[in-house]
């Protein structure tokens, strides 16, 4: 019995009527009764009574639609399925933490919106962990803040914070530095080798200086939090700490001459790439 025939035998049968199966079959009533002639042959009795505007099951028929209806219906939802496989396989996405923690979140609703079934698994980490899980295909895309190392990828800049430097409302009585001044006050800052800390120790070997934070960490929310409590001065982009500012519970600091910035740029592979992953590319 192939799966041709039993189709064709559930359609039959669901329908009670050669004629009403041909036509949903998009087949000739000889060709289903052909069909079905077969099948009581290799079966060895009657499926169906054939009556004279209508057939009916035999006691085998029905024993058979009850055996082949599960089978049928699964196929279906297989085949619903096929339409959807695209949407079903979930992107994999990752975030540099300041892009994550500032802009990503309202990117993916506007991207939900256009593709609500569409799964997404997001992994916010530092832009060197994005960078290598997308050298080693455990992520479709990566989002990256600062240089950019070479390979064979598509990239595009998307974003470009302006980095601030912060510090607790009264520790100074003066919201102007000299760099000079800067640098001999205890500094909080991001731990060596991420974008931030990076784009400011570039800037400083320009100069031909150096700088020896009091504090280090890969969390922006701890560098925010020992800021507040007059620990010394941070440098973080300046949208991560805007709620901040705009509550006085942070001032911003300005520094003569020195004005930094942050630039995301996302990567993906060059290669043809899923729809969805074509759509989330142009949301960013």
């Given amino acids: 019995m192939q799966y041709r ?3 064709i035998f559930y359609t039959v049968a669901k329908e009670k009527s050669f004629t009403q199966a041909a036509t949903k079959l998009f087949m000739t009533q000889s060709a289903i009764s052909h069909a079905m002639k077969d099948l009581e042959t290799e079966a060895g009795t009657a499926l169906f009574e054939r009556l004279h505007r209508k057939i009916e099951l035999t006691a085998a028929g029905t024993a058979l639609l009850a055996t082949v209806t599960p089978l049928v219906e699964k196929f279906q939802q297989v085949e619903m399925q096929l339409q959807n496989l695209e949407q079903a396989a979930p992107l994999r996405l990752a975030s540099c933490i300041t892009y994550g923690e ?8 506007q991207f939900k919106s256009q593709l609500p079934h569409q799964k997404i698994i997001v992994q916010i980490s530092p832009a060197e962990d994005c960078y290598k899980k997308l050298s080693a295909g ?22 470009n914070y302006p980095l601030a430097f912060v510090a607790a409302p009264d520790l100074f009585t003066t919201a102007k530095l000299t760099l000079t001044e800067l640098l001999s006050q205890p500094l909080l800052l ?35 939090a020992a800021t507040k409590n007059k620990m010394g001065i941070s440098l973080l982009p300046r949208p991560l700490v805007a709620r901040a500012l705009a509550k006085n519970e942070l001032a911003e600091l300005v520094v003569n001459q020195t004005k930094l910035h942050n630039q995301i740029t996302a990567l993906r592979p060059n290669r043809n790439n899923p729809s969805a992953l074509e759509k989330l590319w142009t949301c960013l």
Avoid: H, M
């Fill in 5 to 7: 025939q039993c189709f």
């Fill in 102 to 109: 500032i802009t990503l979140p309202q990117v993916l609703d």
């Fill in 138 to 159: 455990k992520v479709d895309l990566a989002i990256l803040e600062g240089r950019v190392p070479n390979g064979n990828y598509q990239q595009k800049v998307i974003a």
């Fill in 190 to 224: 991001r731990e060596r080798g991420s974008a931030v800390r990076e784009t400011f120790e570039a800037f400083l070997t320009l100069k031909g200086l150096r700088c020896y934070p009091t504090w280090e960490s890969t969390d922006s929310a701890s560098l925010i």
